[in-house]
C-alpha cells in the first residue's frame, strides 16, 4: 500500500528520531499496560519483504485493545509512506535509499499513542549481473542473473519486472536493451514496439522511469520515427530509427536525462549499426546509405558531438586489398564491428560481406577531430575463415585480441586469431540469436530461439581443453532477443577494456 500521508513530514521524524535514539538498546516502553522488549529492524533489500517483528509484552491488557501503523519515509521525500496496519511489519521496497521509518501502537480505548522511530537502508540486489530480453508469448519479459563479489551468478529472477511491478507490464514485441550510467546507477534502456513502447528503467529498482517520446524536444517523437537502438557514451548519446535516421543528445552532467534528443537528425545518411566501448572517444556510426563508416565524437568534451569522416590514412600502412571504409563499393556491406584495447592502442575487427564471401579486417583508427577525420590504420583484410558456416544473420562477439565468438543455427563457435582457426565451442536444441560477454571476457552469454539462456566459461584452460563448461543455464524465457551484461555503476562500466 503506498498511501500518502502528511502526518508525519521529514521534520516530524527527525524530530521523533533525536527523542529516541536508534542505538540497538532499546528502553522499555509503557503504554496502557503495554511494553516494547525487542524490536530487531536491520535493513531492506529491494524486491524482497522488509520483516521486523517487535516483541509486546501487553500484560493484562488483549492484543485486541490496540491499532498498529507503520510509516516510512526516504530521506529526499516529503511525505510517508503507510506500509501495513499489522503488528508485525512484512513490505517490499521497490526504491533504494536512507529511510526513516515510524512503528505506532494506539489504544483503541484511550486513543494513547507510542511511537518508536527507527532508521534504515534500503539496498538493491540488482547491482551486477545479466539481463535477458525476451519475446514470451508476445510479450517483453525481462530477466536477470545476478553476479556476486566472486563473479558468480547466485540468482536468477526471471520476468523480473512482472514480479515486482503486476499487474502492470512492461510491453510488447522487444527488439533490443540499451545501458548508460551515472555516477551511483544505471539506466536500462527497453527498445519495444508494442505495449508502453519503448522505456527506460531504474537499474536499481526496475522501475519504469520514462519513454522514449519524452526525451525529445516537445516530448514526442519526430515524425515517422521508430527506436530501433541507441548508444551512450561519455557525454554523447544516439538513438537510431529504423529507418536510419540518428538524433543525438549532449549531457550536461551525469544525471540521466539532463538534456533532450535533438529533432533534426543526421544528414545525408542512414545509419543502420553503431558500435561504442568504453575506452572509445567515438560512437562509431554505419551509414548503409553511403556504405561508410562515420564516428561521432563524445571526448574530448570541446568536440563532442563533432562528426567524423573515415579516411584511408595518407600517410599509408594499409595492406592493398584492404577495403576503404569511405566507400566500401558497391555489392559490400558491413555485418559486425567489434573493438579491444592491447595496452593503450584500440583495435578494430570488422566482418565484411563482398558478393559472396565474409571478410575479416583488423585496424586501427586516428581521430583528427579538427578536420572531422577518422584515419585508417594498419589495416589488413583477408577471406574469413567462417566461410561456409556463417551467414548474414550470424551473431558475433570479440572477447579480445585471441578470440572472435559467433553463434549461427544451433552451434557457438570460435576463431583463433592465433591459431586462424575455428573451432566448435558447443551445440543446442535452439538457435542461437545473441552473444554477449561480462566485464573480464572469460564469460560468455548465449540466447536461444527456444527460450534457453545458459552462461559458458571461455577461458583459455577451458578453450584448450575442447570442452565446453556451463556456468549457468535457465530455461522457458520465450524467444530471446538480446542480452547485455549489467555493471550497476559508472566506474565498474568504464573501467573494463
Not at 306 to 316: T, V
Request: charged content about 20%; overall charge negative.
Amino acid at each position: 500500500m503506498k498511501t500518502k500521508i502528511a502526518i508525519f513530514s521529514i521534520f516530524t521524524l527527525f524530530a521523533f528520531s533525536s527523542c529516541l535514539e536508534d542505538k540497538g538498546n532499546y528502553d522499555l516502553v509503557d503504554l496502557e499496560n503495554v511494553t516494547i522488549t525487542s524490536f530487531v529492524k536491520g535493513n531492506a533489500t529491494i524486491g524482497e519483504p522488509y520483516i521486523i517483528k517487535p516483541v509486546l509484552d501487553y500484560k493484562e491488557a488483549s492484543e485486541d485493545d490496540f491499532e498498529y501503523f507503520w510509516y516510512a519515509n526516504r530521506s529526499d521525500y516529503k511525505t510517508s509512506d503507510t506500509l501495513s496496519y499489522e503488528k508485525d511489519l512484512s513490505y517490499v521496497f521497490t526504491k533504494s535509499g536512507w529511510y526513516i521509518g515510524v512503528f505506532q501502537i494506539k489504544n483503541k480505548k484511550t486513543g494513547g499513542i507510542t511511537s518508536k522511530v527507527f532508521t534504515f537502508d534500503v539496498y538493491s540486489q540488482y547491482q551486477k549481473g545479466w539481463l535477458v530480453l525476451s519475446d514470451k508469448n508476445g510479450v517483453s519479459t525481462l530477466s536477470y542473473a545476478r553476479v556476486n563479489s566472486d563473479n558468480i551468478i547466485d540468482k536468477t529472477f526471471t520476468d523480473i519486472y512482472g514480479t515486482i511491478y503486476a499487474p502492470d507490464k512492461l510491453g510488447a514485441a522487444p527488439i533490443t536493451l540499451g545501458r548508460h550510467y551515472s555516477n551511483q546507477a544505471d539506466q536500462i534502456l527497453v527498445v519495444q514496439d508494442g505495449g508502453s513502447g519503448t522505456v527506460e528503467l531504474d537499474g536499481t529498482s526496475f522501475e519504469k522511469v520514462i519513454t522514449t517520446d519524452k526525451e525529445f524536444v516537445d516530448g514526442i517523437y519526430p515524425s515517422g520515427f521508430i527506436p530501433l537502438k541507441a548508444e551512450y557514451g561519455e557525454r554523447i548519446e544516439v538513438i537510431i530509427g529504423k529507418d536510419g535516421r540518428a538524433y543525438t543528445r549532449i549531457r550536461t552532467s551525469r544525471i540521466f536525462q539532463s538534456t533532450r534528443y535533438s529533432t533534426t537528425s543526421l544528414g545525408n545518411a542512414r545509419i543502420t549499426q553503431t558500435h561504442y566501448r568504453p575506452a572509445l572517444d567515438f560512437i562509431l556510426l554505419y551509414d548503409e546509405q553511403n556504405n561508410r563508416i562515420l564516428g561521432i565524437q563524445d571526448l574530448p568534451q570541446s568536440y563532442t558531438g563533432k562528426i567524423l569522416y573515415a579516411k584511408m590514412d595518407p600517410q599509408g600502412g594499409n595492406e592493398d586489398g584492404f577495403t576503404d571504409l569511405a566507400n566500401m563499393g558497391n555489392g559490400t556491406k558491413l555485418i559486425y564491428t567489434g573493438s579491444y584495447s592491447s595496452g593503450s592502442i584500440d583495435y578494430f575487427i570488422q566482418i565484411l560481406k563482398k558478393e559472396d564471401k565474409y571478410r575479416i579486417q583488423k585496424f586501427r583508427l586516428r581521430s583528427e577531430t579538427a578536420v572531422q577525420s577518422l584515419y585508417v590504420i594498419e589495416g589488413t583484410e583477408a577471406d574469413f575463415k567462417g566461410n561456409g558456416l556463417v551467414s548474414d544473420q550470424t551473431q558475433y562477439f570479440l572477447t579480445g585480441g585471441l578470440y572472435l565468438f559467433f553463434g549461427e543455427g544451433n552451434r557457438l563457435y570460435y576463431y583463433d586469431f592465433n591459431l586462424n582457426q575455428i573451432k566448435t565451442y558447443a551445440s543446442f536444441s535452439g538457435n542461437v540469436t545473441t552473444l554477449e560477454s561480462n566485464s573480464s571476457k572469460d564469460q560468455i552469454g548465449v540466447g536461444l530461439d527456444n527460450g534457453e539462456f545458459y552462461v559458458f566459461d571461455v577461458t583459455n584452460e577451458v578453450l584448450a581443453s575442447g570442452t565446453p563448461s556451463t556456468l549457468h543455464k535457465v530455461e522457458n524465457l520465450g524467444k530471446i532477443v538480446d542480452i547485455q551484461f549489467k555493471y550497476g555503476n559508472y566506474s565498474d562500466f568504464y573501467s573494463q577494456n
